[in-house]
T-cell receptor, first 110, second 112 residues
Framework: DVKVTQSSRYLVKRTGEKVFLECVQD?????MFWYRQDPGLGLRLIYF???????EKGDIPEGYSVSREKKERFSLILESASTNQTSMYLC?????????FGNGTRLTVT | GNSVTQMEGPVTLSEEAFLTINCTYT??????LFWYVQYPGEGLQLLLK?????DKGSNKGFEATYRKETTSFHLEKGSVQVSDSAVYFC???????????FGTGTRLQVFP
């Protein structure tokens, strides 16, 4: 079974803090994704990566950056957290056309 | 651009009732279509998929048929169980980028 692990289930951070969300997959997938999930809005793509050191903006990249130094690890960075970034964050990796998700990180910014 | 529209929830049913969750899409070309399920406290899991017109995806008693003429991919199950209570997401793949585009999700609540 594919395993996608997100390092934290719950995080509480203060406005202005730099926040790192970590994601690791164990299936040697090339493609990895970060989504945020909000009630009534479904899942929205923040960033994705097709290979090590490669990244592409998704639909809502503002206020976020990413890092992919190793194939198995894809990090989402909030440079200066704001209250409107309070959300559930979901990481995924993909075999062809099928996404495998982690359990999510619920981030609260106060 | 590509988009997915699914019925708003929550959908509330008694155990053993018939389930339909509607999903329609707008896309160029011929995308693959998916249903994902999210159980409480978990990430999303692939439930079923269909890759071309008239294909039927099925899993765990759920079915959905890729209808090109109506641009739909409705999810059905003949007899729901309490354990089916979850949020269901319809999605399509952007064939040029392999990204998935999701609907807003439909919460299903099944009562004994």
């Amino acid at each position: 079974d594919v395993k996608v692990t997100q390092s934290s289930r719950y995080l509480v951070k203060r406005t202005g803090e730099k926040v790192f969300l970590e994601c690791v997959q164990d299936m040697d997938h090339e493609n990895m994704f970060w989504y945020r999930q909000d009630p009534g809005l479904g899942l929205r793509l923040i960033y994705f990566s097709y290979d090590v050191k490669m990244k592409e903006k998704g639909d809502i990249p503002e206020g976020y950056s990413v890092s992919r130094e190793k194939k198995e690890r894809f990090s989402l960075i909030l440079e200066s957290a704001s209250t409107n970034q309070t959300s559930m964050y979901l990481c995924a990796s993909s075999s062809p056309s099928t996404l495998h998700f982690g359990n999510g990180t619920r981030l609260t910014v106060t | 651009g590509n988009s997915v529209t699914q019925m708003e929830g929550p959908v509330t049913l008694s155990e053993e009732a018939f389930l339909t969750i509607n999903c329609t899409y707008t896309a160029t070309g011929y995308p693959s279509l998916f249903w994902y399920v999210q159980y409480p406290g978990e990430g999303l899991q692939l439930l079923l998929k269909a890759t071309k017109a008239d294909d039927k995806g099925s899993n765990k008693g759920f079915e959905a048929t890729y209808r090109k003429e109506t641009t739909s991919f409705h999810l059905e199950k003949g007899s729901v169980q309490v354990s089916d209570s979850a949020v269901y997401f319809c999605a399509l793949s952007d064939i040029s980028t392999d990204k998935l585009i999701f609907g807003t999700g439909t919460r299903l609540q099944v009562f004994p």
